[in-house]
T-cell receptor, first 113, second 116 residues
Framework: EPEVTQTPSHQVTQMGQEVILRCVPI?????FYWYRQILGQKVEFLVS????????KSEIFDDQFSVERPDGSNFTLKIRSTKLEDSAMYFC???????????FGDGTRLSIL | GESVGLHLPTLSVQEGDNSIINCAYS??????FIWYKQESGKGPQFIID?????DKRQGQRVTVLLNKTVKHLSLQIAATQPGDSAVYFC???????????????FGKGTKLSVKP
């Protein structure tokens, strides 16, 4: 069964450094998402991406965040200058359509020191 | 995935019993609902979904019930097995008519523990 894959599984970064989290969505899906889950809290929406542009973003997704689909398969989340509070699990998800089930990767655990 | 923490509601059941996990959703405009299962070290795994024009949907060993009047969703798992032990999340979506591009609003989650 096709699945969403994320790399790396764990990223440790110094505060202030840039980090790029990578995702390969399911190949025929058209909608792509990033979510995060801070330890002890709910899964929170960050951004949705469709037709090579951001379609929706949350208040969390400020100017430090950006997303890109550099080729036909990868979908990346970049955090330009990481803060301690960016430490969380980051999940990528994809769906064929916006009102179809989203399928999640196993996440990247981001630890900011 | 991470454990969702100290204040996570927990449901403990005996193997073979039926489990019912409840969820109150927040937005009356939501028209699409999904249940996810999250095991330790994994991402949320799709279990079953339901749209607002239905009040019940059945899958393999799972049933979702939707009560729009009180904004309540439940997941019933029949003949619960040890492999069902996980954290279960409900998620809602306002749909394109609500101006959403599909972003999901997740509940806090319930930890299901199955005793053999």
């Amino acid at each position: 069964e096709p699945e969403v894959t994320q790399t790396p599984s764990h990223q440790v970064t110094q505060m202030g450094q840039e980090v790029i989290l990578r995702c390969v969505p399911i190949s025929n899906h058209l909608y792509f998402y990033w979510y995060r889950q801070i330890l002890g809290q709910k899964v929170e929406f960050l951004v949705s991406f469709y037709n090579n542009e951001i379609s929706e973003k949350s208040e969390i997704f400020d100017d430090q965040f950006s997303v890109e689909r550099p080729d036909g398969s990868n979908f990346t989340l970049k955090i330009r200058s990481t803060k301690l509070e960016d430490s969380a699990m980051y999940f990528c998800a994809s769906a064929y359509y916006s009102n179809q089930p989203q399928h999640f990767g196993d996440g990247t655990r981001l630890s900011i020191l | 995935g991470e454990s969702v923490g100290l204040h996570l509601p927990t449901l403990s059941v005996q193997e073979g019993d039926n489990s019912i996990i409840n969820c109150a959703y927040s937005n009356s405009a939501s028209d699409y609902f999904i249940w996810y299962k999250q095991e330790s070290g994994k991402g949320p795994q799709f279990i079953i979904d339901i749209r607002s024009n239905m009040d019940k949907r059945q899958g393999q060993r799972v049933t979702v019930l939707l009560n729009k009047t009180v904004k309540h969703l439940s997941l019933q798992i029949a003949a619960t097995q040890p492999g069902d032990s996980a954290v279960y999340f409900c998620a809602e979506n306002m749909g394109i008519y609500g101006g959403s591009q599909g972003n999901l609003i997740f509940g806090k989650g319930t930890k299901l523990s199955v005793k053999p």
